[in-house]
């Protein structure tokens, strides 16, 4: 634990323990602790998760152990697709994880191709703001996603969304006051997104909600 360490907290996930490291270059940026006769929240599930874009058959063995070591480690994703390929996450990586940050990665190649790589740890089950009440079809084979939460349904306010999820680049997209408005009543919303910054590519999305299925 480097001296920069200001204090460390538990999280339970599952049958594993994840040690979260807060680090701070000084101690005056540690998060201070609750007033007296204020009690701690419990500690909060947690669940690794791990994506492997265009999968057929590779498997991304990470878990929470893995995180809280914190040592560099090359996993092998070979899993049942009959070829190999592997991805190295470094102390760094790891360190990023115990932040909440998501980490992004390529994978080595096999016959010109390879696979994306998404790793985040997260709560074991997620709160309402990361929790997707539409179903949503992306044109394209990028692996992104679109998270349209019960919140932002029942509004009518322009939302812009950033839907890059498990690709390398990312694209905008804005959903309309008026579209969440139609979605509510079960008509189906195609929205096109923003260009792409390496080539200028797009995505057609089509969003739905309840009844929308045949429309």
């Keep these: 634990m480097s001296e920069g360490t200001s204090r460390r907290r538990v999280l339970a996930g599952g049958a594993a323990v994840l040690t979260l490291a807060i680090l701070d270059e000084h101690a005056a940026h540690a998060v201070p602790p609750p007033p007296p006769g204020v009690p701690l929240p419990p500690p909060s599930p947690l669940r690794m998760d791990g994506r492997i874009s ?3 058959g590779h498997v991304f063995a990470i878990a929470l152990a893995d995180v809280d070591a914190a040592v560099d480690r090359t996993f092998d994703l070979s899993g049942a697709s009959g070829h190999k390929h592997e991805v190295t996450l470094t102390r760094a990586h790891f360190l990023e994880l115990q932040r909440g940050t998501i980490v992004r990665l390529a994978s080595t190649a ?12 997260r ?4 709160p309402p703001e990361e929790t997707s009440v539409c179903d ?6 990028d692996d992104h996603e679109l998270i ?3 919140s ?8 812009t969304y950033d839907i890059q999820a498990n690709s390398p680049h990312t694209h905008s997209l804005v959903v ?8 509510r009543k079960g008509e189906r919303v195609i929205v096109k997104t923003g260009a792409g910054a390496e080539d200028g590519h797009t995505h057609v999305v089509f969003i739905t909600h309840g009844k929308a299925g045949g429309r």
């Design 136 to 141: 949503v079809l992306i044109g394209g084979k």
């Design 110 to 121: 096999y016959a010109s191709h390879l696979h994306r790589i998404y790793a985040r740890v």
């Design 152 to 159: 932002h349904l029942e509004g009518d306010v322009d939302r």
């Design 176 to 183: 309309k006051g008026g579209d969440f408005a139609r979605l």
């Design 123 to 126: 709560p074991e089950v997620l």
């Design 54 to 56: 265009q999968n057929h």
């Design 148 to 150: 349209i939460p019960r």
